[in-house]
């Protein structure tokens, strides 16, 4: 049976390839310092396939259209943004892993949208250049969460996805060894006036408690708070 073995938060900020070395040294080295102790924990632990759960910022989809949740099960390419500072190329998916998710999720009340070609964004790309593609041979499977449109997806339902994720990675018939990556920011305002202003304490509040892995906690946050 597949097994999910590990999992891990990040960022995905674009300028984290676009402009490397426009960030402070002290900064730059701690970011990429960081992916690569994830790329030295998913080779120890023998990772074939990541689940990178990212947002959509109305760079794959948009307000035609913006679904809650969306998980890629047939081709992959990315980077959609032509300025990221990275080739576009393919990406591996486990296409019969992601149908089994899909299929697992809709049973369990999941209305997924479904993406059979997937351009990906930064949000995807940036954990898959710096967190995947430096260890041979493991897959991705890219889900998308609409955190950044009205309205959004309420905590209490990104839990469900997320746990009817580990359910399906668990009932696999497969052998698979599974890493999920949450990735994003925590606070901050992108694409507005306020974008790159940071709320230290909301963002130290969350990354408490997803330490103490206090769910009912995060799951009661609203967006006001």
Not at 98 to 119: F, P, Y
Not at 176 to 203: D, F, K, L
Request: aromatic letters at 4%; proline letters at 7%.
């Amino acid at each position: 049976m597949a097994e999910l073995v590990c999992g891990f938060l990040m960022p995905h900020d674009p300028l984290i390839s676009a402009i490397t070395m426009a960030a402070p040294a002290e900064k730059r080295d701690a970011c990429l310092g960081a992916f690569e102790e994830i790329t030295r924990r998913i080779r120890a632990a023998k990772v074939d396939t990541v689940i990178v759960i990212g947002d959509d910022h109305a760079t794959v989809n948009g307000p035609s259209c913006m679904p809650t949740a969306m998980i890629a099960v047939g081709d992959v390419t990315g980077p959609k943004e032509p300025w990221l500072g990275m080739p576009r190329a393919r990406v591996e998916n486990n296409e019969a892993l992601a149908r089994h998710i899909l299929q697992t999720g809709l049973n369990g009340g999941v209305d997924w949208s479904v993406s059979k070609n997937l351009l990906a964004d930064h949000s995807i790309m940036i954990p898959v250049h710096y967190a995947v593609r430096p260890v041979e041979g493991v897959r991705t499977i890219p889900v998308y969460i609409n955190s950044g449109m009205e309205p959004v997806i309420p905590s209490r339902r990104a839990y469900d996805i997320g746990r009817l994720i580990g359910d399906a990675v668990a009932s696999w018939k497969g052998s698979e060894r599974v890493a999920i990556y949450g990735t994003g920011g925590i606070s901050h305002w992108p694409g507005t006036s306020q974008m790159g202003r940071i709320n230290e304490p909301c963002a130290r509040m969350v990354k408490g408690r997803v330490e103490s892995g206090d769910v009912d906690a995060l799951r009661a946050l609203s967006d006001e708070d």
